[in-house]
């Protein structure tokens, strides 16, 4: 769900109460001061700061600077390393997306169809490595690929020379993506496809349509929001992530985050701001894409 | 198609089984397949003070950090979904901000913040910082609670009984929003252990969280086994804790919408 959408179902739950106008009102200011506080405070005011600090030259001497520059959007603009680390993000990101697409959506439309047991350990399965930290999960990956480690032992058989190392490649970097945003893709999706209501799917079938029919003409548009949810939630993530980039990429395959991360190691935060900022603006892009699309979709459904 | 589902079970399960299966193995570095079975790493990881330590301070770090995201947000969920007050809809927009902002950013931005307040060195940022990612999670998952199964019938009954608005709040709203908050505690408990990003660019040899601690042993000293059996620990506890969210609550709808690396 969109933040949109969060606080209009929010706002729906409300109105189902009764108000008892200046008391309720006094008692809302209370209750929800001190959360408002503390977020304006150690939220909203930190987060505007890269895009200050973004503006201020930095000097390993002298510290950062006093006035106002463009210089480190213009060195992001004029050194290759930054545009192709860019671009680097956001193929990686799109291939991941891809992938988690196929699949996650047959995932999501067997947990969608499937009935008790099964269905709970599936969807079990995927859901809960999201709560497992970055770090184990990307752990995993390397214990696979590692240069004794299984995959290797089956190319080894395979064929006489000895294998390539996959550590640091994009190849793993993008498997272990695609592992951490699986649920994140399958969940929207289940969600769209479990709100298709069963009278539809019946009507289409007492219509004469075949299974690939229904599939085709009323299942897959109608999970279409979900998949379009989906993808801008993956998307999002992928560009903006750093743990299983830094582990399995290394430094050879920099992302933005893995990049921004370098930089403040070096000590140039407005560099690292300046990054940041490309990055928020990637996470807007691909929002107001998305809108665009979903917002193209309702009006084809005739919604 | 039921064979598809089951190869992208298996890929999700991959790593994680991996993990478990390397920690047995005897040799120092991976090495597949393994030349035997022992737990010495394991007791490894119990006797050394560097992944105890950080176990702890993880431990204690995520405790504190859920209370102080439940005082904040227990409140406020309250006043989002039974009050009305200006600037009610800003609030909500604002609480479930952190969730959409990428954690890099946060961290930067975060570490930028207390650099210039001068106490980055210490964990209080990191507390602090946890709280604004954790919080999200609580104010959703009371604010739905709240709404749930007929709660504010149940509440006007009791007052109508004779109970006073704390006696009702104490008596009858808190023991039935109590799957709601089980799940925050837990969601949020796992959510700050594992959170990364905003550790490491607080991290020092003093704020030193498990995660980071993992991270820094995997990037300089390679991947070793006693790593894997530590990280074997961590995953059987997030497992125990999701199976118990989702018995509570149900792990998709405590996911939906929320979203954390």
């Given at each position: 769900m969109t933040t949109?959408?969060q606080?209009?179902?929010?706002?729906?739950?409300?109105?189902?109460?009764?108000?008892?106008?200046?008391?309720?009102?006094?008692?809302?200011?209370?209750?929800?001061?001190?959360?408002?506080?503390?977020?304006?405070?150690?939220?909203?005011?930190?987060?505007?700061?890269?895009?200050?600090?973004?503006?201020?030259?930095?000097?390993?001497?002298?510290?950062?600077?006093?006035?106002?520059?463009?210089?480190?959007?213009?060195?992001?603009?004029?050194?290759?390393?930054?545009?192709?680390?860019?671009?680097?993000?956001?193929?990686?990101?799109?291939?991941?997306?891809?992938?988690t697409?196929?699949?996650?959506?047959?995932?999501?439309?067997?947990?969608?169809?499937?009935?008790?047991?099964?269905?709970?350990?599936?969807?079990?399965?995927?859901l809960?490595p999201v709560m497992v930290?970055g770090?184990?999960?990307?752990?995993?990956?390397?214990?696979?690929?590692?240069?004794?480690?299984?995959?290797?032992?089956?190319?080894?058989?395979?064929?006489?020379?000895?294998?390539?190392?996959?550590?640091?490649?994009?190849?793993?970097?993008?498997?272990?993506l695609?592992?951490v945003q699986l649920p994140f893709m399958v969940l929207p999706?289940?969600s769209?496809?479990?709100?298709?209501?069963?009278?539809?799917?019946?009507?289409?079938?007492?219509?004469?349509?075949?299974?690939?029919?229904?599939?085709?003409?009323?299942?897959?548009?109608?999970?279409?929001?979900?998949?379009?949810a989906g993808s801008l939630i993956v998307f999002a993530f992928v560009s903006a992530t750093?743990?299983?980039?830094?582990?399995?990429?290394?430094?050879?395959?920099?992302?933005?985050?893995?990049?921004?991360?370098?930089?403040?190691?070096?000590?140039?935060?407005?560099?690292?701001?300046?990054?940041?900022?490309?990055?928020?603006?990637?996470a807007?892009?691909a929002y107001?894409?998305?809108?665009?699309?979903?917002?193209?979709?309702?009006?084809?459904?005739?919604? | 198609?039921?064979?598809?589902?089951?190869?992208?079970?298996?890929?999700?399960?991959?790593?994680?089984?991996?993990?478990?299966?390397?920690?047995?193995?005897?040799?120092?570095?991976?090495?597949?397949?393994?030349?035997?079975?022992?737990?010495?790493?394991?007791?490894?990881?119990?006797?050394?003070?560097?992944?105890?330590?950080?176990?702890?301070?993880?431990?204690?770090?995520?405790?504190?950090?859920?209370?102080?995201?439940?005082?904040?947000?227990?409140?406020?969920?309250?006043?989002?979904?039974?009050?009305?007050?200006?600037?009610?809809?800003?609030?909500?927009?604002?609480?479930l901000g952190p969730l959409f902002v990428p954690g890099i950013f946060l961290?930067?931005?975060?570490?930028?913040?207390?650099?210039?307040?001068?106490?980055?060195?210490?964990?209080?940022?990191?507390?602090?910082?946890?709280?604004?990612v954790v919080?999200p999670f609580?104010?959703r998952?009371?604010?739905?609670?709240?709404?749930?199964?007929?709660?504010?019938?149940?509440?006007?009954?009791?007052?109508?009984?004779?109970?006073?608005?704390?006696?009702?709040?104490?008596?009858?709203?808190?023991?039935?929003?109590?799957?709601?908050?089980?799940?925050?505690?837990?969601i949020g408990?796992l959510a700050?252990?594992d959170e990364?990003v905003?550790?490491?660019?607080?991290?020092?040899?003093?704020?030193?969280?498990?995660?980071?601690?993992?991270?820094?042993?995997?990037?300089?000293?390679?991947?070793?086994?006693?790593?894997?059996?530590?990280?074997?620990?961590?995953?059987?506890?997030?497992?125990?804790?999701?199976?118990?969210?989702?018995?509570?609550?149900?792990l998709d709808?405590a996911l939906i919408g929320a979203v954390r690396e």
């Amino acid at each position: 769900m969109t933040t949109a959408a969060q606080v209009a179902s929010i706002d729906r739950l409300r109105r189902s109460t009764p108000r008892n106008g200046w008391r309720r009102m006094r008692l809302g200011i209370i209750l929800a001061l001190p959360a408002a506080l503390y977020l304006l405070t150690f939220f909203i005011v930190p987060v505007i700061q890269p895009l200050v600090l973004s503006l201020r030259s930095y000097d390993p001497a002298r510290g950062i600077g006093a006035d106002l520059t463009l210089e480190n959007y213009e060195h992001i603009l004029r050194v290759p390393l930054y545009g192709q680390a860019l671009l680097r993000t956001l193929r990686v990101a799109l291939i991941v997306v891809m992938v988690t697409l196929a699949m996650g959506y047959p995932v999501a439309y067997q947990i969608a169809q499937g009935r008790g047991r099964l269905r709970a350990y599936l969807m079990f399965i995927i859901l809960a490595p999201v709560m497992v930290s970055g770090v184990i999960r990307a752990l995993g990956w390397l214990a696979i690929a590692a240069p004794n480690g299984p995959v290797a032992f089956v190319l080894r058989i395979v064929s006489p020379d000895e294998p390539a190392l996959l550590w640091f490649t994009e190849g793993l970097m993008i498997v272990g993506l695609v592992h951490v945003q699986l649920p994140f893709m399958v969940l929207p999706i289940m969600s769209a496809l479990r709100g298709i209501p069963p009278e539809v799917l019946q009507a289409a079938r007492s219509l004469g349509a075949t299974d690939i029919d229904v599939f085709r003409r009323v299942v897959w548009p109608m999970s279409l929001p979900g998949v379009v949810a989906g993808s801008l939630i993956v998307f999002a993530f992928v560009s903006a992530t750093y743990v299983t980039p830094q582990l399995l990429g290394g430094p050879g395959n920099r992302v933005l985050a893995t990049l921004i991360y370098q930089q403040n190691l070096l000590g140039d935060r407005p560099f690292a701001a300046s990054l940041a900022v490309v990055l928020m603006l990637v996470a807007v892009a691909a929002y107001v894409v998305s809108t665009g699309i979903g917002r193209a979709l309702s009006r084809a459904l005739g919604r | 198609m039921a064979v598809a589902v089951t190869a992208v079970a298996g890929f999700a399960l991959l790593p994680l089984v991996t993990i478990i299966a390397v920690s047995l193995s005897p040799s120092e570095f991976i090495v597949f397949p393994p030349k035997g079975l022992t737990l010495r790493w394991y007791v490894d990881a119990f006797t050394s003070t560097t992944y105890t330590q950080a176990f702890a301070f993880s431990l204690l770090l995520a405790s504190a950090v859920v209370v102080g995201a439940l005082l904040l947000g227990v409140p406020a969920a309250f006043a989002l979904v039974r009050c009305e007050f200006p600037g009610r809809r800003v609030l909500a927009s604002m609480v479930l901000g952190p969730l959409f902002v990428p954690g890099i950013f946060l961290a930067l931005s975060l570490l930028v913040f207390f650099v210039q307040l001068g106490i980055a060195q210490t964990a209080t940022p990191l507390f602090l910082g946890h709280i604004v990612v954790v919080l999200p999670f609580v104010v959703r998952f009371v604010s739905v609670g709240l709404v749930a199964n007929d709660i504010q019938v149940i509440e006007q009954a009791a007052a109508t009984l004779g109970a006073d608005p704390f006696t009702v709040v104490r008596r009858v709203t808190l023991p039935l929003i109590r799957p709601a908050l089980g799940a925050s505690i837990l969601i949020g408990f796992l959510a700050s252990f594992d959170e990364t990003v905003i550790a490491l660019f607080f991290a020092t040899p003093k704020v030193m969280t498990l995660p980071v601690r993992l991270l820094g042993d995997i990037e300089f000293s390679a991947a070793g086994t006693l790593v894997t059996a530590v990280a074997s620990m961590l995953l059987v506890i997030t497992f125990v804790g999701v199976l118990v969210v989702d018995r509570l609550y149900g792990l998709d709808r405590a996911l939906i919408g929320a979203v954390r690396e």
